[in-house]
């Protein structure tokens, strides 16, 4: 599934990319900007000679532009598609990502001709790669996995991202291309307008590299930029002439935007390792040598608290220590201190207070109930939202409060939440929902019988 996904958005960046390259957008700009600096160094000469002022000739007409906008129309229709065939056909999920793929195959090759030869590259990259890294070895996942854990980094330590700040960012680059221009030239007149504006870019390539805020921008920046470097270099051996020095120049291009782009990648996977909450809380809790050698204590009574970030590692390598003092400690000086992610920490909370055999079910219920109706954290402690949606269950209440809260990650359930998640589903009717998440169930009539066990036994006592 991770193999057909990565073909899959490999698919589509090459169309977006395919239709944008053959926009005339920046060409049509630069012919403009030209027109008006020659009218403005013919008023700066008016004395001199007769002033024949030029007009600009726009030949733009958007065509490119519309197909792009086509393109990410019907990309966005295949989900649609998929997901009404889903419903109808009830497919697996193996089998609803290969009709995805297929559906795209054919948008794609109605916009992007070279979709086939495309297929076919990547076909053989992907023979190359299995043989180095076979399928089951949990890479090609891994993956996939390491940019969730990238946009958990992103999402903890910045704002979200508006269409305001966008549109903000795009006008602070366009704005200024003209004045610049204007200026540079009646400065420099013998330099081209060609030259003015590879500065003009290089400038403010220069000043978007520079202006972050921690390694992770700083990093994806380095790789969008590097990763432009190369198609362009590629895109333009379309008119290569065969000459050493083309040759030479293409290929250093290349391998040192190739040897950023994997420093800067290398980079990101450190700083992950080092500062996502999810990759901490899902891939640490076996090594025990990194847990005890980034526990820190700290006294409790101190006036300075730490930051929230070393709060929330800190409860997670206790959790997964298993130190029961320590983490009711940092628990309480969070709920003290902060409010963003007091959900999760109290779910996790939740099984350093409870135990199966001692507390009963409408004890462990009422807490829970009170977590869950806290704000939403940034990231929840799956346990906590399976172990509630189980006392849910049990109680016969509140089935929309199970969809709610599992039907959003029901790829990660184990058959037996899948098992709740379906019967909710049952409880309100939504028959085709809980007919897909059926045929996801393996021994599905076996887990309805224990299911149906536990809730006569609970409804008797």
């Known amino acids: 599934m991770a193999v057909i996904f990565i073909v899959y958005f490999s698919t589509v960046l090459a169309g977006v990319i395919s239709l944008a390259k053959k926009s005339d957008f920046i060409k049509e700009l630069v012919n ?185 921008q700083f990093n994806l920046k380095k790789i969008v930029i590097y990763s432009l470097i190369i198609i362009v270099t590629i895109s333009s051996q379309k008119n290569f002439d065969g000459s050493v020095l083309e040759i030479v120049v293409s290929i250093l291009a290349i391998f040192f935007s190739l040897d950023r782009v994997l420093a800067a990648v290398k980079e990101l996977r450190y700083e992950i390792e080092d500062n996502s909450i999810l990759y901490l809380l899902e891939k640490k809790s076996e090594d025990i040598d990194w847990l005890l050698e980034n526990k820190q204590t700290f006294e409790f009574e101190s006036d300075r608290v730490p930051s929230e970030l070393f709060l929330l590692k800190q409860i997670i390598i206790c959790l997964h220590l298993n130190e029961k003092d320590q983490l009711l400690k940092l628990v309480n000086l969070y709920n003290a201190t902060y409010e963003i992610n007091k959900r999760f920490v109290l779910q996790i909370k939740y099984f350093f207070t409870f135990t199966h055999d001692e507390s009963d079910y409408e004890e462990r219920y009422e807490y829970l109930k009170e977590v869950f109706e806290l704000d939403k954290s940034r990231i929840e402690f799956f346990p906590a939202v399976i172990e509630y949606g189980f006392l849910l269950f049990l109680k016969n209440e509140n089935c929309k409060m199970i969809t709610d809260l599992m039907a959003e990650n029901w790829y990660a359930l184990d058959d037996e939440s899948k098992y709740i998640l379906y019967y909710a589903y049952k409880q309100q009717n939504e028959n085709k929902s809980a007919e897909i998440l059926k045929n996801e169930i393996s021994n599905f009539d076996v887990i309805s019988e224990e299911f149906n066990a536990i809730f006569s036994q609970n409804q008797n006592s």
């Open 32 to 216: 403009i900007s030209k027109t008006l600096l020659e009218s403005i160094e013919l008023l700066r000469h008016s004395a001199e000679q007769e002033i024949v002022m030029k007009q600009p000739v726009f030949t733009f007409n958007f065509f490119m532009e519309i197909e792009l906008l086509k393109f990410s129309f019907w990309t966005f229709g295949t989900i649609f598609i998929g997901m009404m065939l889903n419903k109808v056909l009830n497919l697996k999920r193996i089998y609803l990502m290969m009709v995805m793929m297929f559906l795209q195959v054919i948008v794609s090759s109605v916009f992007f001709k070279d979709t086939i030869p495309l297929l076919i590259i990547i076909g053989i990259l992907l023979s190359i790669m299995l043989y180095f890294v076979p399928l089951g070895s949990g890479k090609y996942f891994g993956f996939i996995e390491y940019c969730s854990f990238l946009t958990d980094i992103y999402s903890f330590k910045h704002k979200e991202l508006t269409s305001k700040k966008v549109g903000k960012f795009i006008a602070r680059i366009i704005l200024p291309i003209f004045p610049f221009l204007v200026f540079m030239k009646m400065l420099i007149p013998s330099m081209s307008i060609y030259i003015l504006s590879i500065t003009y870019v290089a400038a403010n390539l220069l000043i978007f590299l520079n202006s972050n805020e921690n390694k992770v």
